[in-house]
């Protein structure tokens, strides 16, 4: 088994490095925050309080943190994972970040030789717990071998999208879409609901034709239609819509740098903002029924 | 087996009289052009020269026409199907118009006390020929039950909406997801490959992800990703973008009776109009992805 | 001084009927309201309790009415106003309605040869109390220049547009345009307010430049900039978002059917939507600063 | 009269820096392209290859750059503009930035006691020419107040935004505004005309009217109209689409980091961004009415 760092034990990254241990690797871990670390002690994995102390001996290293500006901090500079990891180590980076920034990293990880990959997760907290995320990968095949292994331990699924920031790329187009469908299932529900339907029954209807979805078959946002989704419990858990405006914003971002059309996607964002400057932030995002139907 | 008239021989209708035909089904047909209704003498119908004509010795009316207007003008009036058919006779219309429209010929049949149903279809002329269309119904549960033996010589799936009109509000609201969720795609596709992702790696990463939709699976919008798609052979044959402009059309038009917010599929019916400005109303809807990617 | 029928007295038709009657005109009233129309016994005006009573001895009929609907049920028919006219009767329409429906009742009107023009108003309720009106006039220039002396008391400013249903085209070309430019206004405040720049400030710099439109101008949506504009008044009064809801529906009911591209038009009738949706209808339509800003 | 040092010598800068040379400051100029500062030898101007030696002895330096990473090029590092000024430098960017980069450019001057304004200038070549530009300045009163007789030097009006970076952002509120207007310009004239109307008596009446603005006023989009506007003369010449997809970019880059809510802003950098890849970019922003009104 091998050894691991690793950086960022936040509501994603703990239930991740957790089932790492449980599989019997030997965990170094890393926070900023003192007492985030210091509960994986009890675990069994080693507490570092610096970035080297944590990655100067790891074979692998997974970093998994809320921004393109954390990533470039922890990776670069003369106390950064790149300075104080090993020759041969491998670097997992798990957080979703702009694409850019992951290539940065990437070509500055190049310099020294050293394996990296891009692997943003999706599947939320719920998919970390159960070791059941799905990994989108960007960067060299071997590299994403040798990732393989470690990877199997927290997630389901893992897909090749390309090379460096290909993971980062293929999981915005994904969750733009996402958040573009959630929005529209919202509106076609509304407006059958409003024009006399059932809302289950026409979500049934839809669910075997061509207007189908994802959010519509198995996250459906109306209230009662399923009994499993967030909508039916208050829209309380699942994907906060904060979330999915951060997404929306990477999204975007790419976009602008490569001069895409999103003209859905810009409005999606715009209408996500308005719902969070409404308040609803940390409701699931498939909240933005509230914004459509009006309550 | 019933007698059944058909009126309205168009490039939906003509293949659905033909299936009828062929189940076994007595045949009387009608259309105001005259070469469309004589095409279907050699076919062993009986073809009329009149409404009155078509449908007073008819057991069941099926109509499927090209607009609103031509449904009230067809069903109502002293020579229209109302006044023209016996008491007892069953009438559907397949036509996609508004469920205002619908509506207003629903409550005129019910002072003839006529059973009527409104049962658009999906599935395009390709499940026209097939027989395999679906359609959508509204309309009271026993009139549907009558229906329901005609309409499986012509179609596979048949779901009940609701009351009279819903079955063009269901359309609708899929039809409308569908505009939406093409034009999405495209977007989310075009922002990959200008990324430099390979547009049937992340259709693939998606299709098994969250931002997965019917026109991503099954009808990718980029060119040779499928080879089935219309996007294959050069956006040929299919759903023109024109009809799903119409859709859109009607979907505002529902939209703006009930005041239901859809900003997502007004902006799409402005997206498609553009598409359409530009020459591409022949074409199969998922060709907005010239729209997006520039060619 | 001319014997006119005045029908529909409303917020706006009740004061600009009485500055007829200041004006020194001999007046016929009639409104389906009998409060509304007996209101006027005691300034002089005859009160008609039918459509036929109200014009059969008129030399000028105006009406003022809230829909085409309206319009139409009260020009057409057997009792209505083209059927009771005198033959030689100038008709006024300045109800805001569909310009489909105003050259509807134009075509009704000349088989009976009667002059007739749609001449639908801005300004206001305060705009018509002070007879200070703008009427944008579609129909014949001869008939327009009968109409000015009529039209001159009760507003200041006449212009031609052109053809019958043109003064309804020309209105809600205008109106999509400032509903876009006072939500456009908003934005850009909102812009500059949260990058720390002071409104007035910032309203004033763009009013010299590039920028500027008249919701910037003298109807500026940020409360406190101008003292006299419903924004510094908590948004009552004025023009409500309900009204300008109705103008960007009527324009987009137009753009529908000359497939005309309005993506901005449409998105604004989107968030005027919503913002009545959330309870803003009787508030001036500057209110929509609310939305954008959040508060 | 004050020695000037003049940084960046491109269509906008270089008349700007021979405005000047005619007004008899001492100018020393720079410009990474060797020819374009060349050009300025026979004007009087003297001719510095580096940036230490256009500043070192200058009073005031302007800086006239394409983009935020260029001025944060120019002005920070061992041989930028901050390490070589003398003490009491009073520095002018006139570049059109973001907010933050002008603002963070702004803090590092703070460290060396250099007093900075950014002035972003509207106006475009022909203003630049004639020294008629306006500046929209952020920064200090007082380092305003020792800016203005240069910069009445080359332009006519002079507004105080607020403190640094207040111009970027007022400048970009201004040009965003402009952006939406003239494309909504074009949607009210097109949705006119295409329902019948002339376009030169629309604009007369909505000029008159609570729809005008400074894009419909004086460089109306269709062509024919007004004889001066670009529209007039194919669109060549003025304000290129490319220029205003900057700005709206920009203003979309500072609503991100404020969260600002710009739906239609958002929107409308869509659009133009569609227009330039149609490969309009060169052409005056006027031109969008070719993508509404189909050419």
Redesign the interface.
């Known amino acids: 088994m091998q050894r691991i760092a690793f950086l960022g034990l936040g509501n994603m990254g703990a239930p991740m490095a957790r089932n790492l241990l449980k599989a019997g690797h030997r965990l170094t871990v890393f926070d900023i925050v003192a007492s985030a670390r210091e509960s994986f002690r009890p675990l069994g994995a080693a507490v570092a309080s610096t970035i080297p102390a944590a990655v100067s001996d790891a074979e692998v290293v997974i970093t998994m943190l809320p921004s393109g500006d954390h990533v470039k901090a922890v990776y670069l500079g003369d106390t950064g994972i790149l300075a104080s990891a090993r020759a041969d180590t491998l670097l997992i980076d798990s957080s979703t970040i702009a ?1 850019e920034d992951a290539r940065a990293v990437a070509s500055a990880a190049a310099t020294y030789h050293l394996d990296i990959i891009d692997a943003p997760v ?1 599947g939320g907290t719920s998919g970390a717990e159960a070791g059941s995320l ?1 990994f ?1 990968v960007g960067g060299a095949a071997a590299a994403l071998e040798r990732a393989r292994p470690v990877l199997e331990k927290m997630g389901k ?1 893992i ?5 460096s ?2 993971g980062q ?2 999981k ?7 958040g ?2 959630m ?3 919202a ?6 609901v ?5 809302p289950a ?2 979500s ?3 669910a ?9 078959e198995v ?1 459906n946002p109306w209230p009662g239609v399923m009994e499993a989704a967030p909508a039916s419990r208050g829209y309380v858990g699942g994907f906060g819509s904060e979330l999915m405006l951060k997404d929306l ?1 990477l ?2 971002q ?3 740098a ?14 996500y ?2 719902h ?3 308040g609803n932030g940390k409701l699931d995002f498939s909240s933005v029924k509230m ?4 309550s």
Chains 1, 2, 3, 4 share one sequence.
């Open positions: 694409a999706s799905t989108i699924n897909f090749h999208a390309g090379d920031g290909a790329v293929a915005i187009c994904n969750n733009m879409l996402l573009i469908q929005l529209a299932t509106e076609a529900l509304s407006l059958g409003e024009n006399g339907l059932d029954t026409l049934g209807i839809i075997k034709s061509s207007g189908r979805n994802w959010a519509l996250y914003g999204a975007q790419a976009a602008g490569s001069r895409s059309l999103t003209p859905l996607g810009s409005l999606a964002q715009q209408l903002r308005l969070c400057q409404n914004l459509i139907a009006g």
